[in-house]
């Protein structure tokens, strides 16, 4: 993988996650100040669920401009909105502007994401692909460690502000890096025939599901925030939008979890939901509840970034293969043994470190489950089917997101959420029922994961199924 001619690659691609991987973990650290200074606490799960609802839409994009023209395009469009993003944010007057500039991200973020995952499946041969993925879980290690320590300290003694605003100064390195080594991979990847020829004949149905799947989910986490009357019709013309065509934009029998690739997809969703949505409102339980400074509340979730990358790890050895969906049921109770666990900071008499504890648990967990679940796509996926199976995944893991941390945001503002209140330095006061009912219901989440992890085989190899020939 760092050899020959698949050296400067890794590099490059690895460059760009590990921007992405800071900017992550630069934002969980400074949200609940920015929510604080913007007077928009009942808005702060629309931050994040914001950004997963427009990348979701550019991940469908990114996946249909990868197949017809190749990933260079998208990558490098969707690392300059992405930019632009992080400037809207960091420039935001009120809430719902920090909103808007959080979802540019996504936009560019949704497009970076696929392009990546694209160039892994044709620039690297089958057995690099685990390696590949552990290095992209290893990206989030320095950003993990440094990442709250950094936007903690620019958040206490510069402002909230300057997290977003310096981010884009680095965006041009991994531009640089990357640039040349994806041009050459193009182009050996032609010469050997392993691309279709360009073509702007994209899949406007599926653009078009994407589309109305993101906008139904905003009408939703609308409704979900007002909860009033008012909120019936923009419930009704979400639910109308969203079901219909997240049916018709993955895999068939994704959602009754049918054997092999459909599964493997939606236990992309249900991971990254219960883990994240959980994970969001963290700094924010131990700025309010536990009276912890934001530096000491982003440090709280670095153990989780340090064992990703070591379950990451620990699935691309060469022993795992054998054990692959072992693994993804392993690491899905693994992370709700996690999210249980940090639910016990709500307990005064229980030290907020146990929060580090189980995020370490959390993060091992997975590592395991997340990486595996990229190399059964991989796996179960035709060459010119990785482009339309990669932005599969990911709009899953998106929906996921939106709709699992957009169901936490219901149940904070509906429990009193947005009344809870602090300081610069963390004080504050707030019932704790809010954060207690998103962990239980993420717990309860995770372990449904684990329940059908084992339906990620496809059907022909399933215990007891007949011999093919």
């Not at 996650?17 to 629309?46: C, D, K, S, W």
């Not at 920090?98 to 392009?115: E, P």
């Not at 990703?308 to 690491?331: K, T, V, Y």
Request: charged share 10%.
């Amino acid at each position: 993988m760092l050899s020959g001619p698949y050296r400067a690659l890794t590099l490059g691609i690895v460059s760009v996650v590990l921007l992405i991987a800071f900017e992550a973990t630069a934002v969980n650290t400074a949200m609940p100040v920015a929510a604080q200074r913007l007077h928009g606490l009942g808005l702060y799960a629309f931050a994040f669920s914001g950004y997963f609802t427009t990348s979701l839409f550019a991940m469908v994009v990114s996946g249909e401009w990868c197949d017809k023209r190749g990933p260079l395009a998208p990558l490098f469009t969707g690392i300059a909105v992405f930019g632009g993003g992080l400037l809207v944010a960091g420039t935001a007057v009120n809430m719902w502007l920090f909103v808007a500039g959080r979802a540019i991200q996504g936009l560019g973020g949704g497009l970076v994401i696929v392009a990546l995952y694209v160039v892994v499946g044709r620039a690297f041969p089958e057995r690099l692909r685990p390696s590949v993925f552990a290095a992209f879980s290893a990206s989030w290690v320095l950003p993990s460690i440094l990442g709250p320590v950094i936007s903690g300290a620019v958040t206490e003694h510069l402002g909230w502000r300057w997290v977003f605003l310096a981010i884009p100064a680095f965006i041009l390195l991994p531009l640089a890096v990357m640039a040349p080594a994806l041009r050459r991979a193009e182009r050996a990847m032609r010469e050997r025939g392993d691309t279709p020829p360009p073509s702007w004949a994209l899949d406007r149905r599926r653009v078009l599901l994407a589309l109305a799947v993101s906008a139904g989910a905003g009408l939703l986490q609308y409704a979900g925030q007002r909860l009033d009357a008012v909120a019936l019709l923009p419930a009704l013309a979400g639910a109308a939008l969203l079901g219909p065509a997240v049916v018709r934009l993955l895999p068939g029998g994704t959602l009754r979890a049918a054997r092999g690739l459909p599964t493997v997809i939606l236990l992309r969703g249900v991971a990254a939901g219960a883990f994240f949505s959980a994970e969001a409102f963290i700094p924010l339980m131990l700025v309010t509840q536990r009276q912890l400074t934001p530096t000491l509340a982003g440090l709280s979730l670095t153990s989780g970034g340090l064992s990703w990358a070591l379950g990451s790890w620990l699935q691309g050895r060469p022993w795992a293969d054998r054990h692959r969906h072992g693994l993804i049921q392993a690491g899905f109770v693994l992370t709700a043994v996690a999210i249980g666990g940090a639910a016990l900071a709500l307990v005064p008499a229980v030290p907020p470190v146990v929060v580090a504890a189980a995020w370490a648990v959390g993060g091992g967990g997975m590592g395991l489950a997340i990486a595996s679940v990229s190399v059964l796509m991989m796996n179960l996926s035709a060459p010119d089917e990785a482009g339309a199976n990669s932005a599969s995944l990911q709009v899953s893991d998106a929906l996921g997101n939106i709709l699992l941390v957009g169901l936490a945001g219901v149940l904070f503002s509906a429990l009193g959420g947005a009344a809870v209140s602090h300081g610069t330095t963390g004080s504050g006061t707030g019932s704790t029922s809010g954060f207690a009912v998103i962990f239980a219901v993420m717990t309860v989440v995770a372990l449904l994961g684990a329940a059908v992890a084992g339906r990620t085989r496809p059907a022909a190899d399933a215990p007891g199924a007949p011999a093919t020939a």
